[in-house]
């Protein structure tokens, strides 16, 4: 009897304790009241504020660094060579960035300083205010307001700045008073956007850089491709000095001297289609070129001097020309050789030459190697090395060909069956016959006829 009494007075004591220290019964009663207060007043409509107000600062946040990230030439490169929705999509963000870049930029981050201001204050009035609604406030704007949304239109720019290009428009009326004075202190101060330009050494990066790592790769640019698109950048700025043919490399003839057979020879064995021509005992002052197809009619036999040949202009022009300059000079046809010249028009002052072939091995990289061309580099006196072409009736026909007229032994068969070696009558056994060259590599298979 006197535990179960001193039982209910030890709760009797406790219980108002425990009341009076924690507030346990009041405060559970007015908390319970205030959030159903809460709720009854319009809790779900304004966490609904809440949610529609984190989504719309996330598409503004999204949509300043998506629009803003596209660049007017690749929105112009898209225009042309994109497909039909990167075409309509381009057109787009066109129509709405060209009505001023800097007023979309001012609009999209006025709305979303607007936007992102107003979020704190609707969740004062929903969790009760405090440094828990800027807590959330922070977090719900990092997370949802800036990261994801940013991330998705970094690589979506283009779609979703298409899509929502419409309400960005409305926006932009709506901020009109506020944005529209920003953007034109913005485009005086900064000027207006034009995209990005490069310059060349910026092109022939961007080049390089599009290179096709595979070979199955067809829609990427091959080697070849970069090396010519490469070597046309630096043409302007390249000059025909740096790329002559020097003076003392270069064959040349005098007036006086006689175009025997000898000479002709000569210059069929060396190639070269255009000869430059001097004045007697004067090397550096050029008068004339000779085209060696004009002595397709002429016979060695007449022995004339050069002098009484048809000789064409030799164009002059000065070492800082540059390569393009020479090259569309070329294009009209008057010429393609020029003399490169200290002096040009003076009687003095070469020092070498410079032909359509320079300038268009200058232009694609590499060099061009014809059938006649003795050097593949004339300064270093590297040779050509040919590569020897087997006996194949397609590839060989030409050769058997000119080693008809080539060779003075001829097989004949006899009448009694028997293979006998008739020699064909020359005026000189020792001499060559003319346009002919020497040649140890003859094979069985040239003596044969040309048609089996």
């Keep these: 009897m006197n535990r179960a009494r001193y039982t209910r007075s030890s709760i009797l004591t406790i219980v108002p304790l425990i009341s009076k220290v924690w507030g346990y019964p009041t405060y559970m009663a007015s908390t319970t009241q205030s959030m159903e207060t809460r709720i009854s007043a319009g809790f779900i409509e304004e966490m609904a504020l809440v949610i529609f107000l984190v989504l719309l600062g996330g598409v503004f946040a999204g949509l300043t660094l998506g629009l803003m990230g596209l660049d007017e030439t690749n929105l112009h490169v898209l225009l042309q060579t994109g497909t039909e929705t990167e075409k309509k999509n381009a057109k787009k963000v066109m129509s709405l960035l060209n009505r001023g870049r800097h007023w979309v930029l001012v609009t999209l981050l006025l709305s979303n300083v607007v936007v992102n201001e107003t979020l704190p204050i609707i969740l004062h009035d929903v969790i009760g205010g405090g440094w828990q609604a800027v807590a959330m406030s922070t977090a719900l704007i990092v997370i949802f307001g800036e990261v994801i949304p940013q991330s998705i239109c970094v690589r979506y720019g283009l779609t979703i700045g298409a899509k929502t ?4 428009l409305v926006f932009m009326y709506l901020m009109y008073p506020i944005a529209y004075p920003t953007a034109l202190l913005l485009d005086y101060f900064l000027g207006e956007s034009h995209g ?10 961007l080049v390089s850089l599009h290179q096709a790592v595979s070979p199955t790769d067809v829609d990427a640019l091959t080697m070849d491709e970069v090396t010519i698109i490469s070597a046309v950048l630096d043409l302007r700025s390249k000059a025909v000095s740096t790329i002559m043919t020097p003076i003392d490399d270069v064959f040349t003839l005098s007036t006086d001297d006689i175009l025997d057979e000898a000479v002709v020879d000569k210059i069929l064995s060396h190639g070269y289609s255009r000869i430059p021509v001097h004045a007697p005992q004067d090397p550096v002052n050029f008068v004339g070129m000779l085209i060696a197809k004009h002595l397709i009619t002429y016979d060695p036999e007449d022995a004339v001097p050069v002098k009484d040949l048809q000789l064409s202009t030799l164009p002059e022009t000065g070492p800082d020309t540059s390569c393009l300059d020479i090259l569309n000079f070329f294009q009209e046809g008057k010429s393609h050789m020029a003399l490169v010249s200290n002096n040009p028009g003076a009687q003095n002052g070469a020092i070498g030459v410079i032909t359509l072939e320079d300038v268009i091995e200058e232009l694609i990289g590499e060099e061009i190697v014809d059938e006649t061309d003795v050097y ?32 003075s032994h001829i097989l004949k068969t006899a009448p009694n069956g028997k293979s006998t070696t008739v020699t064909k009558p020359v005026a000189d056994s020792s001499a060559k016959a003319y346009g002919a060259t020497e040649n140890h590599h003859d094979s069985h298979s040239e003596t044969q006829p040309l048609l089996h």
């Design 196 to 205: 990005t330009v490069y310059k060349k050494a910026g092109l022939k990066t």
């Design 165 to 168: 290009a419409n309400m960005v």
């Design 376 to 407: 593949v580099d004339v300064h270093n006196k590297i040779r050509v090395v040919r590569r020897q072409t087997g006996a194949r009736r397609g590839s060989s026909r030409l050769t058997r060909l000119l080693s008809l007229h080539r060779n």
